[in-house]
């Protein structure tokens, strides 16, 4: 089974080939620097470098995988969540797909393409049902997977994303974008004496059985703590753990919830060293499976997963119909 996969719901344009499991080619251009002198992503240029870059993928990862587009089994495209004229522009290369060459259409969810990375990095198939953590700029999340196409969602962030708080963080201590990177280098630098409170009341005022992420109060005090002159890489390191400890309550709520022995962790977030460390140490505590992509490009934005999740949709036998919508939000 041949299968191509297409990306372009926010920063990252990206064309992907995976056949039985194996990825021939996962194309990847990141617009993060067409981005960096807003400190966010702009709608319209996201959307103006997809149409640009995407046939220049297209073209690179058919030449990669030396396969015939006219013998493929389908065409799998993110068409939910995301910027929808960003959506727009891969939903109509898999339309010119499926007309020109008559692939049939798998149209998927990007957020749920995430819990599909590690597998195909593992060449792993998946066994459900699994509980899905989702790290990224745009979303955080957990979800129980019972199948291809089957989640429930257990826990959503009342306010930001994760990713987007370590932007914002970066921002108020004047690092750069996107922030991750550059605040994960600054709490390297630094070493707390002991066992050191510094941002106590955050994760005193969770309610007791909900399980749900909010960042806002996080963001707040670090911009209190630079406003007081504290030093920015203690702040960094402070603001990380305090993110990182919300991070495993919830999941641990999650888990005591759900009768399930396996975590499968995606997004940007976890590029990050120390969120990595902690989940390990998390999973060995608590005796469950917990895996995570080893490789940063299947953490963050790729077509590869969306290729791997449209195969078993594919398999489940779904076909969508070429007037497929894209939407901002997710569907049901
Ligand atoms: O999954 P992703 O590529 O896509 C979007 O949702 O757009 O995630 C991007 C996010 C950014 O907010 C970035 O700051 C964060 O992932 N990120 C990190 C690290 N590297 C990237 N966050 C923490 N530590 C990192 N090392």
Not at 38 to 54: D, M, N, Q, T
Not at 145 to 170: C, H, M, Q, Y
Not at 209 to 222: C, H, Y
């Amino acid at each position: 089974m041949i299968g191509i996969g297409i990306e372009s719901s926010c920063d990252e344009t990206s064309v992907a080939i995976v056949e039985d499991g194996t990825i021939l080619s996962n194309q990847i251009y990141s617009q993060i620097k067409e981005h960096t002198p807003y400190l966010g992503v702009v709608p319209e240029i996201a959307s103006r470098s997809h149409l640009l870059k995407i046939n220049e993928l297209y073209d690179r990862a058919i030449a990669e995988s030396g396969r015939d587009i006219a013998s493929f089994d389908y065409v799998a495209v993110t068409t939910r969540p995301g910027l929808v004229g960003s959506l727009m522009i891969g939903a109509q290369l898999a339309r010119c797909l499926h007309l020109v060459h008559g692939l049939p259409i798998v149209t998927v969810d990007h957020v749920e393409a995430h819990f599909y990375a590690g597998f195909l990095e593992r060449r792993e198939r998946p066994s459900y049902p699994f509980l899905g953590l989702l790290l990224s700029g745009g979303n955080s999340a957990v979800f129980r997977v019972e199948g291809p196409g089957r989640l429930i969602k257990l826990a959503d962030t009342r306010d930001d994303a994760l990713g987007e708080a370590f932007d914002k963080a970066s921002n108020v201590l004047g690092l750069g974008y996107p922030g991750g990177p550059h605040i994960e280098r600054a709490a390297s630098q630094y070493a707390p004496a002991g066992k050191e409170r510094f941002f106590p009341a955050i994760l005193k005022d969770l309610p007791p059985d909900e399980i749900s992420f909010s960042f806002s109060g996080i963001k707040t005090a670090v911009l209190l703590a630079a406003k007081r002159g504290e030093q920015k890489e203690k702040i960094a390191y402070h603001f990380q753990e305090t993110a990182f400890d919300l991070v495993e309550r919830m999941l641990l709520r999650a888990l005591r919830r759900e009768n399930v022995q396996h975590i499968e962790a995606s997004g940007g977030v976890l590029a990050n060293q120390t969120l990595r460390h902690r989940l390990d140490r998390f999973a060995e505590k608590h005796a469950i499976s917990l895996k995570y992509p080893v490789s940063k490009a299947l953490c963050t934005d790729n077509a590869a997963m969306v290729a791997s999740l449209g195969q078993y949709l594919f398999e489940a036998g779904i076909r969508d119909p070429a007037d497929f919508p894209v939407s901002s939000v997710r569907m049901a």
